[in-house]
Structures are given as structure tokens and as C-alpha cells.
């Protein structure tokens, strides 16, 4: 069984910056692609970012380019999530996720962590 444990989240001002993280423990890391997501409110789950197995290759939603860089550590079994410039709109609780093949926008995915909320105070 793999545990994803997402932290990082909180309270920040816009224009401020935040790094999540996202520890994997119960099987190797390397074989899992990783990827981020987001909930906010009344919404509907959306894709932010996704990295290959040795960190090499990543992708973005288009309207998360510039702003949002996703990372891992494999030594470190963890992914990261560095969030610069939040704007109030970027409230939400924040997923990572794993796949043994690769992270899909649309899901299904193999596992997911429980959330971290992240709010943006204008």
C-alpha cells in the first residue's frame, strides 16, 4: 500500500509564495510518476502539474505555467510543489497524487493524499 502526506499549506498574503510537499512512503518511489492537483469550493478537481519517474520531464496545465514548479527528491521519496506570486484565487486544497504508469489530468490515478488547504488573503 502507498501513503501519500501532503503539507506546506496555509494562510498567505497575494503576491507571496508557497512550497508544499508531499512524502511517499510504502513502495519505491522511482516507479511512480507524481502529480499535483487542486480543489477549490464548489469546484471540480483540476490538474496543476505532473513529473516523470527520475524528475527529468514535467508538464502543466497551460494556466498554470510560469507561476507554479513542480520537483522530487527520489532520495527523499518526496514531490514538491513551489507556488509563487498566489493570488486569492489559488485558494483551494491541494492533492498530490501517484501512478505506477503515468499521472492523468483526468484520472484515474493509482493514489492520492489527503489534501492540504492553501489560502490566499487579498
Known amino acids: 500500500q502507498v501513503q501519500l502526506v501532503e503539507s506546506g499549506g496555509g494562510l498567505v498574503q497575494a503576491g507571496g509564495s508557497l512550497r508544499l510537499s508531499c512524502a511517499v512512503s510504502?513502495?519505491?518511489?522511482?516507479?511512480?510518476?507524481m502529480g499535483w492537483f487542486r480543489q477549490a469550493p464548489g469546484e471540480e478537481r483540476e490538474f496543476i502539474a505532473t513529473?516523470?519517474?527520475?524528475?527529468?520531464?514535467?508538464y502543466y496545465a497551460d494556466s498554470k505555467k510560469g507561476r507554479f514548479t513542480i520537483s522530487r527528491d527520489n532520495a527523499k521519496n518526496t514531490v514538491y510543489l513551489q507556488m509563487n506570486s498566489l493570488k486569492p484565487e489559488d485558494t483551494a486544497v491541494y492533492y498530490c497524487?501517484?501512478?505506477?504508469?503515468?499521472?492523468?489530468?483526468?484520472?484515474?490515478?493509482?493514489?492520492w493524499g489527503q489534501g492540504t488547504q492553501v489560502t490566499v488573503s487579498s
Open positions: 510504502g513502495r519505491t518511489f522511482s516507479s511512480y510518476t
Open positions: 497524487a501517484a501512478d505506477s504508469v503515468f499521472v492523468k489530468p483526468r484520472g484515474p490515478n493509482d493514489y
Open positions: 513529473i516523470s519517474r527520475s524528475g527529468d520531464s514535467t
